[in-house]
């Protein structure tokens, strides 16, 4: 058995049902499918936050005297200000759902635990008055927000199964009041954990969960779990799992819980005129496939320039217009990519090109600058890679991605020349027959 055979042999044995066990996991869909649901929200409040930081000078100047730069933020202060109660409100539902038990009432219970848990008094020098942080409710609260929408579902799915702690309301009493109170002995259990734990903490240094959570845990997570050279292992192995058949997602949902509220946090930082913190792993995030999965948009063209064979021109036709909407699925399953041998070393190899283009560039300053209100987590994933980054790296963000792509074709190129000549000399063999 050759070594190609065994590569594959482990993969679908060994490494694919791994990460198809991993990709099944409901908290994981939970939490991806939550994030995914606020993208409306992002994406609206993305568009206004560049009317309000417009990025041509004359024209940020028109807005701020006829007073329309701060009403075009303020919409973002609305919705990205506060996107760790609508994470709540989502990541929640979805698990409730995966769950089978109330989605409402989980919902309900998961909101009341993020505002309890919350400092409930702001001090401004010798003053103090009744309120909430806006940082608790927006970027900083992301990750408090995804574990209490996860741990609240979670606890109330199991207190339900024990019939003992639902309030049971003679017959006669119509279902919707039945439904309404038979949950309250499981809330009282609920509010009084949450109680606790508010107790518990503020008997600590820290003084609340938010400020336990984001100096122990989200900090050294995202410095660790969104550094650059974590990104580039994440995606080289979503890269191994596309090339076996499975689809990415299931390993770059992990990186979710990571990447948002880094992603919140710089835009926190860019609206407000700070440095952006993570501008190194933003833009090499941004880089790490110039399309989609593989860059297979280079694939296409390499095609189409250097192919010879019908077979693989009549497919690049096909292949290259889904594929400039970062849609590559025709690719990877048609051309194929999948398990073929030949394939492998270029597809794994262009996310590291890419990406290690994309960190050459920001470091030598030919990427100045860097707008996440567009970046490749915010926007939908169909929108064309050179329109995004051109909004969120200006010109410089195109040309970089045109030199990425010229490259990635010649990286594919001896590669791809190998079938094509395999192919070609089928279909003269073919020819020839039909000839006879």
């Not at 339900?160 to 309301?169: A, D, E, G, V, Y």
């Not at 929108?383 to 990286?411: C, D, E, H, N, Y």
Request: net charge positive; aromatic share 12%; glycine share 8%.
């Amino acid at each position: 058995m050759s070594k190609v055979d065994n590569i594959k042999r482990w993969g679908s044995e060994k490494f694919v049902p791994a990460m198809s066990k991993l990709g099944q996991l409901k908290i994981l869909q939970a939490l991806s499918s939550g994030m995914m649901m606020t993208l409306p929200l992002t994406l609206g409040a993305a568009i206004f936050s560049l009317l309000g930081s417009f990025p041509i000078p004359v024209v940020a100047s028109y807005f701020s005297e006829i007073g329309l730069s701060g009403q075009f933020n303020a919409v973002a202060g609305g919705t990205m200000g506060v996107l760790a109660i609508f994470t709540t409100l989502a990541i929640s539902y979805n698990y409730a759902m995966l769950l089978n038990v109330k989605a409402i009432t989980a919902v309900l219970f998961s909101i009341a635990a993020f505002f309890v848990l919350q400092p409930q008094i702001i001090t401004v020098g010798e003053k103090s008055v009744g309120g909430f942080l806006s940082s608790n409710l927006g970027s900083s609260g992301i990750f408090v927000s995804m574990i209490v929408s996860i741990l609240i579902p979670l606890s109330y799915a199991k207190l339900q199964k024990n019939k003992k702690l639902l309030l049971k309301l003679p017959d006669s009493v119509p279902p919707m009041v039945t439904q309404s109170f038979e949950p309250i002995f499981v809330g009282l259990i609920l509010l009084l954990a949450i109680f606790v734990i508010r107790v518990g903490f503020s008997l600590t240094s820290f003084g609340d969960i938010f400020s336990f959570i984001n100096e122990i845990i989200a900090q050294p997570l995202m410095t660790i779990g969104a550094s650059v050279p974590s990104l580039f292992i994440v995606y080289v192995l979503a890269n191994i799992l596309f090339f076996f058949g499975i689809h990415p997602n299931a390993i770059m949902s992990v990186l979710t819980p990571v990447l948002l509220p880094m992603m919140m946090m710089s835009i926190d930082q860019y609206n407000s005129g700070q440095t952006v913190e993570y501008l190194q792993n933003l833009v090499v995030f941004d880089f790490m496939n110039n399309d989609g999965t593989g860059s297979t948009l280079s694939l296409m063209i390499c095609i189409l320039i250097f192919g010879k064979s019908k077979r693989y021109k009549s497919f690049a036709k096909l292949g290259t217009i889904p594929n400039i909407f970062n849609i590559n699925e025709p690719v990877i399953f048609g051309f194929p990519i999948m398990l073929n041998p030949i394939m492998f070393v270029p597809f794994v190899l262009s996310t590291v090109v890419s990406g290690l283009i994309g960190f050459i560039a920001l470091k030598i300053g030919f990427i100045a600058a860097y707008n996440p209100n567009f970046s490749a987590a915010i926007i939908p994933w169909t929108v064309p890679k050179f329109i995004a980054g051109f909004f969120t790296m200006g010109w410089q963000g195109v040309v970089l991605r045109l030199l990425i792509m010229v490259v990635i074709v010649f990286l594919y190129y001896p590669f791809f020349k190998i079938l094509d000549n395999q192919e070609l000399k089928a279909e003269k063999e073919n020819e020839l027959k039909e000839s006879l």
